[in-house]
């Protein structure tokens, strides 16, 4: 896997992640919606962990930056 997720997007993806995580823990919402909420977050903060976003790829999307490439 090559990185594709750069600096800024990661901190992001982890930030966003965190947030629906913690909404869908602690706001109260229905079950269904508390679910979706922490599986999106949980998508976000993985995908913002290892720098590597599989729709990235299917779309062509590369914000990393080459000297990150060349240390991976």
């Not at 903060?45 to 290892?50: E, H, W």
């Not at 790829?57 to 000297?67: E, K, P």
Request: aromatic residues 6%; positive net charge.
């Amino acid at each position: 896997m090559t990185c594709n997720v750069g600096g800024i997007e990661r901190s992001i993806r982890i930030g966003v992640g965190l947030l629906a995580m913690s909404i869908g823990f602690f706001a109260g919402l229905s079950t269904t919606m508390a679910a979706v909420m922490v599986g999106v977050g949980a998508i976000l903060l993985v995908t913002g962990m290892i720098r590597f976003c599989p729709l990235s790829v299917l779309f062509g999307i590369n914000t990393c930056s080459s000297s990150h490439d060349a240390k991976s």
